[in-house]
Nanobody, 126 residues
Framework: QVQLVESGGGLVQAGGSLRLSCAAS????????MGWFRQAPGKEREFVAA???????YYANSVKGRFTISRDSAKNTVYLQMNSLKSEDTAVYYC????????????????????WGQGTQVTVSS
């Protein structure tokens, strides 16, 4: 059974930092792009960042320059380092793995991912 488990969320003041982790089990995702999405109350799930099997990185404009995505294939883990956090970053953050191997097409589209974690809450106080 495939599982993605996020951790590292919490409450932080504006301007602070958090590091999210996503540990994958049940299969190897080294050949698949991985992504982070978030969903705030009353809003649709939105793309945050993605990293391909070749380590190419993609970011939403709203987080570019503040967030960094990385992966450790040996540990089957993806990270999201979040710096200079703002109140508008408050949301539940989800880790996701791509349906297809060797593809990062439409990396910002949730339907391209068929494995999802349970989410971790990030709250930024102003």
């Amino acid at each position: 059974q495939v599982q993605l488990v996020e951790s590292g969320g919490g409450l932080v003041q504006a301007g602070g930092s958090l590091r999210l982790s996503c540990a994958a089990s049940g299969r190897t995702f080294s050949t698949r792009s991985m992504g982070w999405f978030r969903q705030a109350p009353g809003k649709e799930r939105e793309f945050v960042a993605a990293i391909s099997w070749t380590l190419s990185q993609y970011y939403a404009n709203s987080v570019k320059g503040r967030f960094t995505i990385s992966r450790d294939s040996a540990k089957n883990t993806v990270y999201l380092q979040m710096n200079s956090l703002k109140s508008e970053d408050t949301a539940v953050y989800y880790c996701a793995a791509r349906s297809l191997a060797y593809s990062d097409r439409d990396y910002d589209t949730p339907t391209q991912y068929n494995y999802w974690g349970q989410g971790t809450q990030v709250t930024v106080s102003s």
